[in-house]
């Protein structure tokens, strides 16, 4: 038996495990186990699904009511899917109950919920459209509800990349009024008013950004009685900051820009060339932005692999502090991404651990985060390697804390 010390030291180091869903273009979606034993962090595999396959893109999770929402960007074929998985919540498990063709090139999606309970799933379609889908979420089951098709008079600014329109993200607005729009090609972001009874969506104003820029996710900020809009630009590798008006009678949304900076460091130029930012996350306590880098390899780190003493090559993660002073955004601290294409990455709740996908790494790695100083960490605390191009990874819940 036990003595009471020996109990007390053994219930210290009982640890609580939280779960991850990562999806890939390799089609699948991993469930991934992270446990935490005092200092030390583990991920482990839950299992592997397929219902996403040829090439899983995004990943939308509904915690309330146990729904994972999978988008499959159909690369390999002519259309895309949509699919819809209930979650077991005693092992994490996948069941998927819904599955549909849709238009190709599904990249992000945003969930609203409407008076009733009723759920609304917008979807942004790199190639030309943003799309709505009606949810049940207590089943997950989804029906088609609207289209709008957008089209170019002429070339962006940078026709190679601006031949057409690019809408990469759907975001709800604080006030959960509006999806916002960040289109990629046009450089606009566009704006949709939803409405809270019928669900239908109507077009405001598009916003738009600096021309052949190249605007790709963006992220909003409460502070006090202000409401800003951060967005990061992935062909110009900047970050804009803008100002929120609400105009009057649902008339849509007006953006005033404050502040544009670099994503990039100044030199060494050759290295940030090729700077494509991904994603942009807003830390828990609202006093940083976070940005992902890919193709610019500032840093070497250790590779995964302990028995192998060579170094890799890795992309990193940019971190802005933000202020209410003249100058509200901070210089760009940089930190390792723990690999290559960090294509996207999510935070915990508290903002203490943030998970990383690394698209060409094929991998996913955490990192601590200094929730008083905002910095990320430079050395990963877990991995997990095989999982192809990881294109998402989303907190299924909570932190990893310890139980008390």
Known sequence: MLSHPTLLLALAATVSATRLYVSSYAGNITTLDLTRTNETYKLSCIETNSGCSPNASWLQLDVKHQNLFCLDEGITTENGTLNSFKINPKNGSLTRVNSTVIPGAPVNSAIYTGANGTQLLAVAHYAWALCTWTVNPATAVFKWSQA??????????????????????????????????????????????????????????????????????????????????????????????????????????????????????????????????????????????????????????????????????????ATFALSDGKKRIGSPEFSPAGGSFPRQFSLNHDGSLAAIGLQLSGRVVIYKRDRTSGKLGST????????????????????????V
């Not at 329109?165 to 704006?191: C, I, S």
């Not at 028995?307 to 993660?317: A, E």
């Not at 990963?380 to 139980?403: H, I, M, N």
């Open 148 to 317: 709008f098709n957008f089209t170019l008079s002429k070339p962006g600014l940078k026709a190679a990349r601006q031949a057409a329109p690019h809408p990469h993200q759907v975001l709800l607005d604080p006030q959960n009024k509006y999806f916002v729009v960040p289109d990629l090609g046009a450089d606009l972001v566009r704006v949709y008013y939803i409405d809270p009874k019928t669900l239908l969506i109507s077009s405001r104003p598009n916003i738009p950004v600096l021309l052949g820029s190249g605007p790709r996710h963006g992220v909003f900020r409460v502070a006090g009685n202000r409401t800003e809009y951060y967005l990061a630009a992935e062909l110009d590798s900047i970050i804009t900051g803008f100002n929120v008006e609400y105009l009057p009678n649902n008339g849509g949304l007006h953006f005033v820009p404050f502040e544009v900076i670099q994503i990039s460091a100044p030199s060494p130029t050759n290295v940030w060339a090729g700077n494509a930012p991904a994603e942009i996350a807003l830390a828990p306590g609202g006093r940083e932005v976070i940005v992902s880098n890919r193709n610019a390899t500032i840093f070497n780190i250790a590779n995964p692999d302990p028995t192998n003493s060579t170094h890799i090559p890795s992309d990193s993660m």
């Open 380 to 403: 990963p605390v877990a991995d997990f390697e095989g999982l192809g191009p990881v294109t998402s990874v989303v907190w299924a819940k909570g932190g990893c804390k310890e139980k």
